[in-house]
């Protein structure tokens, strides 16, 4: 696996894999890298002769008060996993590579950013994630990107602006990957506590268990308060949201200053 630390070593050596014929896919992240983003690795490997995976804590996706000082940062880890997953390029870019002339964009995320979920909490949120991905795929220019299912709001925002600018990028959702409890792998999860860790395992389960009472023919709201309930009485400290999008039940709680999301398909 090549390590590129600029945006002139990653263009260099995609350049010489297109001169070979080659497709390139991308799986941008923010490192702390987990299973869940390995299993991009496969699936893009599946689309895609080159790999490329990129680390890049964003810093104007997250709000002032949230905690990108805090993010949990293992480029060293990240890199051994990368190989071991057979990613072919890691690119590990400076500020300086994404944001040379400044944070300002002129990229705005459309529509589907305005759905009153995750927009609703962090209203700067898409925008920020639209403003970084429209530059990696600028620098890379890959014939496909991997975004996975669990952030379902941010996959649809992304497809829209890919559609919206006409890239000729295929966007590839990935399945959401879980632990054996079916807690959704996130970096996030390492903030938990032990004791808030057993109450986050119980949020697939609850999810759940509103789309089997969805599918029954329960009244919608009846059965997202009773749904809300349940995590309340579990332990989650506060509820963002759970509703009914795109045909899927998403949700965001949060326990103690960790803020969890989930989706399921109905
Ligand atoms: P992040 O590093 O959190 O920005 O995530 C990078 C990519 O990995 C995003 O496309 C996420 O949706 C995806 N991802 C994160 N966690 C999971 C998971 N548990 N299963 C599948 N994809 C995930």
């Not at 490192?31 to 002769?49: E, Q, T, Y």
């Not at 059965?223 to 009914?244: C, M, P, V």
Request: net charge negative; charged share 25%.
């Amino acid at each position: 696996m090549k390590t590129a630390r600029t945006k002139t070593d990653l263009q260099n050596i995609l350049n010489a894999a297109r001169e070979d014929g080659k497709t390139v896919a991308l799986v941008p992240t923010m490192g702390a890298l987990h299973d869940g983003h390995l299993s991009l690795v496969k699936l893009a490997k599946a689309h895609a002769d080159i790999v490329a995976v990129s680390i890049f804590v964003n810093p104007t996706q997250f709000a002032p008060h949230e905690d990108f000082n805090q993010y949990p940062r293992t480029p060293e880890d990240d890199t051994a996993k990368l190989a071991r997953a057979g990613a072919d390029i890691v690119f590990l870019p400076g500020e300086e590579d994404i944001y040379p002339d400044g944070k300002d964009s002129k990229i705005k995320a459309g529509a589907a950013a305005h759905a009153n979920l995750e927009d609703r909490f962090r209203p700067t949120h898409f925008d920020g994630v639209v403003n970084v991905v429209s530059r990696l795929f600028d620098i890379a220019k890959p014939d496909a990107a991997v975004f996975g299912e669990k952030d379902f709001q941010q996959l649809c925002v992304i497809r829209e602006m890919t559609e919206t600018l006409d890239l000729p990028i295929r966007i590839i959702g990935a399945p959401i990957i879980r632990d054996a409890h079916g807690l959704a792998l996130s970096s996030r999860n390492a903030y938990l506590s032990a004791e808030q860790l057993e109450i986050a395992r119980t949020l697939n389960k609850t999810l759940l268990a509103l789309v089997t009472d969805i599918n029954s023919g329960a009244e919608q709201e009846t059965a997202i308060a009773r749904a809300e309930q349940t995590l309340r009485n579990t332990g989650f400290d506060k509820i963002d949201y759970i509703a009914l999008w795109n045909d899927r039940i998403l949700a965001a709680a949060w326990l103690g200053k960790t803020r969890l999301i989930d989706n399921m398909a109905l």
